[in-house]
């Protein structure tokens, strides 16, 4: 039966305490060998003697160190039995640490050895007569009055003094850290009803949905949560703050009513992404912070797994709120399952049309404590593709093995949407989401392609000739459309005047191959294209006017990676020097970069102030630009600084030309998808053409959730967008225009973050936490309760006593069997002779 945690525990007012103060009694014990001392102390009498010139002056070296080996054992005897005293008295220390404590007792024990050490010395030098050599037996026993006043005079020296005072100091910094709060501040924990406010972060990310027990870690926390407000802790005021809200209110104030606060978590899910930990922390600290009451708790109930300790400074928000106690509760700490998550899942490369072969990557994570060997296969709409299937060796979870990338491949052969989906045969079922991840994308049948120059019928080496020729290899002519053969691209060659006629939202990609001018109309038409999707090729060469390019193109509507210059010539002629081999049109092209070296520019324009956005894919051997890659919009622009035609390159006639232009038209797959896969919490902006303004489009939620219309809003550049941001649930999402003539489709998968179950120990996060109180750590109510009743009984200090006696009695043995008394025939150092009879028998009988 739980019960009620109250505030009648003991305030500690000191460090070190005693659980039995009155056996501290037991300290008089330490006189015993100080009073054994005294009644077995024998003094020798003095015996007339004769003359000592002819012995070794050898008595007062050995008389001194024996004096000092007896009070050093005498001290280490007296210390063994006061630590007796103090473990039967049952020493508790509160706050700080148990090895301060031990520290602090350690420099005490310090203290007063080198005190007694020292007084001894000043007492042993003060009595000590010194011995003449040429002295006589009465002078000996009998000092002159000269010897006295040379005794008086003498100081002891000043290494004595310095022990003293060092030993008194020793003693008086343990005597006040073990009496007061400065190295250990008070640590008591009080929890009382009607005194307390609690703020619990409650960790409902997707990785709380993992299995443990029968029942998720979610549903484990949520019913600990109620637990700890209704009858555990049973605080007067009280709120609970979610990592992922979704579309919960967030509490802005602490509430009175626990039913309230806690009433509907039991059926609390996992929906949208986390929130930062900083910033829930943050929000708690000042939640408490508006509550007069005194004692103030904050508990986070979380596996600290994923972005729940991912972050360094989380525990930022209480640097002005050091009052607050702080309650780690970790779930599923000590309990790592066997499981392997699908962390991410992409496409790589190929073109999102029918014939072409996609190439995808997931990325799996481990998170188990063992090596697995998992296998993945990719279905499409639905349909495993067994010729898919792949399988990975990953390590043990918190090693560099535990995550890696497998790629998967599949053939796109009907036109339409197409849901590709990445499954982990035979799922532990632990996280059963994370077992599959899924994009959409749109396939095309075939791709229109819209050339324009100078004539619908361009002059044979030009370079709108050269652009035909590339889209249509197996025609001859300018409007060819491949009939027969198995080619995904539909051109259409056109002059620039019929551009304003020519509509542009069939088309994927037009190719403006040396075309003079162009208006403002058709520039911003040109935008709207590349905005919502498209792909623009520019093939600059000599007939272009840099004037209306630069005022219209690049200033008005940034359709150009910078200001054009001035042409620039090489007489004899440059060869292409730097290829990006990691951009989506040069990557994977060609087995080496010897095909691209071959083309050789004799002609460029000049690109000054090129904007951010655009990057260099190639460049000649003088450095200078010869192809940009531009992102504006959903769509990308690629800029040709020469043309193939007029003699300036020969780019026209390469094997690299032709492959160019096709991937151009055909676009990225990835970029595709990207545009319909997307996570919670992302802002979606749907692909409606800008003559369907202002008209609205309805939004149907996924698993029957209901239908959300949204309208159009401008963006700085006035052009129309619909913009969608309710994402928070998982599932594909359809939506249509109101007048049901446009429509499409968007997935959204699960924060991948969230499908890592490694978790960080709470006491090292415990570590980057400074307050005035400890932090608690506890896995369970009924745990909480004990580390609360040891966190105010105090931490026992006993066992390191009895260690510390344990290791004084065997220093004491040693000292006193170090020159143990041996029966030896020492030979007389007297000369023979009558007169030294009697001498030698008063030296054997003293």
Known sequence: MMMMVNSHFLMVTGALTFSDPMLLAGLLAAGIPVLLHMLNRVRSPIVPFSTLRFLRITAQKTSRKRQIQQFLLLLLRMAVFALIAMAIAGPLVHGGTPQLAYGMVVLMLVGMVGTAAAVASLISRRGRVPINSGATANSATTPTPGANA??????????????????????????????????????????????????IVLDNSQSMLAMQGGETRLSRAAQMAQQLILKTLHPAREAVLLTNPGSQPVPTALSTNRIDAVGNLQHTGSEGRALPMTLLISRAAKLLATSHLPEKVLIIISDFAGPAASETDMFAGLKHTPGIQLVLMPQGENNAPDDVAIEHFRISRGQAVVGSTITCKARLINNGTTAVVPSVELSVNGQPLSDSLAKLTLGPAGT???????????????????????????????????????????????????????????????????????????????????????????????????????????????????VPKLTTADAKRLSDFVNRGGRICWLLGPGVNPNIYNSIMFKQYGLLPGVLGQPITSIRGQTVNNVDVRSYLCGHLFASNRPFRRIIVANLWGIKSAAASAKVVMSIRSGRPLLFDQILGKGRIYTFTSSPAGGWSNIGATSVFLPLMVRIALGNAAAAARMASFEPGDRVELSIPQSMAPMSVN???????????????????????????????????????????????FVINPPGIEANLHPTAATVLAKMVKLKHPVLIASTDAQLLSVIKKTNSGSSLMPGVLALVAILAVLEALVSNRNPPTKTNVPSPLESGPGDTASLQSRKAA
């Not at 004595?160 to 008070?186: H, K, Q």
């Not at 939620?701 to 963006?715: A, E, F, R, S």
């Not at 700085?716 to 446009?742: A, L, P």
């Open 150 to 199: 040379e005794n008086t005079k003498r100081r002891p020296p000043w290494a004595i003094w310095g022990l003293l005072a060092a030993a008194l100091t020793a003693f008086a910094i343990s005597a006040f850290g073990l009496t007061s709060s400065a190295f250990f501040p008070d640590s008591a924990v009080h929890f009382d009803g009607a005194n307390s406010a609690v703020v």
């Open 400 to 514: 560099g093995q535990a995550i890696r990338t497998v790629r998967l491949s599949c053939g796109l052969k009907v036109p339409g949407w197409r849901l590709i989906e990445a499954n982990i045969k035979n799922p532990t079922g632990v996280l059963p989401w994370a077992d599959s991840r899924r994009l959409l994308l749109k396939a095309a049948s075939k791709i229109n392609a819209l050339v324009v120059g100078n004539s619908s019928r361009p002059a044979s080496g030009s370079a709108a000739f050269y652009a035909a020729a590339a889209l249509a290899p197996y025609t001859s002519g300018a409007n060819a459309s491949n009939a027969g053969q198995l080619w995904s691209i539909n051109s259409r060659t056109i002059d620039y005047a019929s551009l304003p006629a020519t509509g542009l939202r069939s088309y994927g990609a037009i190719f403006l191959c040396d």
């Open 699 to 745: 939004v149907i939620l996924p698993k029957g959730h209901g239908t959300v219309n949204i309208k159009p809003d401008q963006n700085r550049d006035h052009h129309w967008r619909w913009v969608f941001d309710r994402t928070s649930r998982t599932g594909i999402y359809h939506w249509t225009t109101f007048n049901g003539n446009v429509s499409g489709q």
